[in-house]
């Protein structure tokens, strides 16, 4: 088949390209983030193409990724780092086995480390009172988003004022922002969506515009 004489590194650079135009896209046929683009090529970069980039794709065998897997992991890699460096190479094979290209799929079946243990723990609302009290005013409101509402920290840098409607106690979560700076949609469809103000967010709200002078922005 015309695929199988491709090789990964060729594959690779294909998928960054075609993901960042727009000409790759998810599953559910949406765009991948500009966050994802850079963290597929970062991952095909470091982990992936400097052991198998020269290889063609149909000669790749299971064995050979899970080499890497292995090295990683003795490395000291983190177990989510492992497994988030084998997502492109996933993508790379589930396309070239849906275009008919390979029959073959060497990232199937895998020993991978298991991932990080329980999340950590959630404090409760005296504990979250006496962290937040012992921040600067300006800061407040920010953890007590995150606190009290469950903002994820994308959602909390792309916040602004008109989100926040405090004469219906709601919050309307409408956009994400990256470490980059870069604007978009939430994770999800679900992840936008309005939040209950409860009480004690209430009142840092309000602090935070007494003592910021602002509301807008």
């Excluded at 790759?24 to 970062?42: C, F, H, L, M, Q």
Aim: charged share 30%; net charge positive.
């Amino acid at each position: 088949l015309a695929g199988t004489a491709q090789t990964l590194l060729n594959a690779a650079e294909a998928l960054v390209d075609g993901i960042a135009s727009g000409a790759i896209r998810t599953k559910a046929g949406e765009r991948y983030k500009p966050s994802v683009v850079r963290e597929y090529e970062r991952s095909l970069r470091l982990h992936i193409l400097p052991t198998l980039g020269g290889a063609k794709l149909s000669k790749l065998q299971r064995r050979d990724v899970q080499r890497v897997v292995d090295e990683l992991l003795a490395s000291g890699a983190d177990p989510s780092t492992i497994r988030n460096a084998l997502k492109p190479l996933q993508v790379i094979y589930r396309r070239a086995i849906e275009d008919g290209d390979l029959a073959i799929n060497p990232c199937e079946r895998l020993r991978l480390p298991a991932a990080g243990g329980r999340r950590e723990r959630i404090a409760a609302p005296p504990e979250a009172a006496a962290l937040i009290a012992a921040l600067r005013s300006e800061d407040r409101a920010l953890w007590g988003c995150a606190f009290y509402a469950g903002l994820r920290r994308g959602e909390l840098r792309a916040l602004d004022w008109n989100d926040v409607d405090l004469a219906s106690g709601l919050i309307r979560v409408e956009r994400s922002m990256s470490s980059h700076g870069e604007t978009g949609e939430p994770k999800s469809r679900a992840g936008r969506r309005g939040v209950p103000i409860v009480a004690a967010l209430r009142d840092l709200l309000v602090e935070h515009k007494l003592v910021t002078r602002r509301d807008i922005g």
